[in-house]
């Protein structure tokens, strides 16, 4: 266990389905991040939040909506997904924002979508 | 543009070999060069970080080089165990003011029994 827990660890779900993916870290980081990992593919980032608020929106697709409740917990909000979106969704934590720190990654969500 | 380059893409290797894994940039300026290890099925783990200033760092059987001048690291593995089967990830963080991390593709290691 990294400290950092992710659920659901498998989804399906239709392109017409909305659910939500789910991130939280119990090591007092501040940045919190998800990134998207496709197979033979180098890692996606998608979103950064530090202290709770967006410092970063690599041009993603507005059919993934994030949420940053506190800088405890992080949410991946997904409607109307299609096929290649399926992929490896992993969260990570971070004590500030700037590249030069050392990332901790959750295990990640198997996203499958139909 | 900023990149960052592994080979081979993947390798077979029997239990006790060594080997040795590299990744090459263009990431400029530099931070840090880091290398992962990510079981199938789990998130990746940080295994060893360098800064410009440190040209090797081990980390048990794992031993990172770093050559700043010719933008290269590789990852060597001693003594294989069939546990190091996973994707190793060189991830290099740099850009103005830092703020990039730039993920190679992996190599993915299956050690043999």
């Known amino acids: 266990e990294t400290g950092v827990t992710q659920t659901p660890r498998h989804l399906v779900m239709g392109m017409t389905n909305k659910k939500s993916l789910k991130c939280e870290q119990h090591l007092g980081h501040n940045a919190m991040y998800w990134y998207k990992q496709s197979a033979k593919k180098p890692l996606e980032l998608m979103f950064v939040?530090?202290?709770?608020?967006?410092?970063e929106n690599n041009s993603v697709p507005s059919r993934f909506s994030p949420e940053c409740p506190n800088s405890s917990h992080l949410f991946l909000h997904l409607h109307t997904l299609q096929p290649e979106d399926s992929a490896l969704y992993l969260c990570a934590s971070s004590q500030g924002a700037a590249g030069a720190n050392v990332l901790t990654f959750g295990a990640g969500s198997r996203l499958t979508v139909l | 543009k900023n990149q960052v380059e592994q080979s081979p893409q993947s390798l077979i290797i029997l239990e006790g070999k060594n080997c040795t894994l590299q990744c090459n940039y263009t990431v400029s300026p530099f931070s840090n060069l880091r290398w992962y290890k990510q079981d199938t099925g789990r998130g990746p783990v940080s295994l060893t970080i360098m800064t410009f200033s440190e040209n090797t760092k081990s980390n048990g059987r794992y031993t990172a080089t770093l050559d700043a001048d010719t933008k290269q690291s590789s990852l060597h593995i001693t003594a294989s165990q069939l546990s190091d089967s996973a994707s190793y990830i060189c991830?290099?963080?740099?850009?103005?003011?830092?703020?990039?991390?730039?993920f190679g593709a992996g190599t993915r290691l299956f050690v043999k029994a």
């Open positions: 991830v290099v963080s740099g850009g103005a003011g830092g703020f990039k991390t730039i």
């Open positions: 939040y530090n202290f709770k608020e967006q410092t």
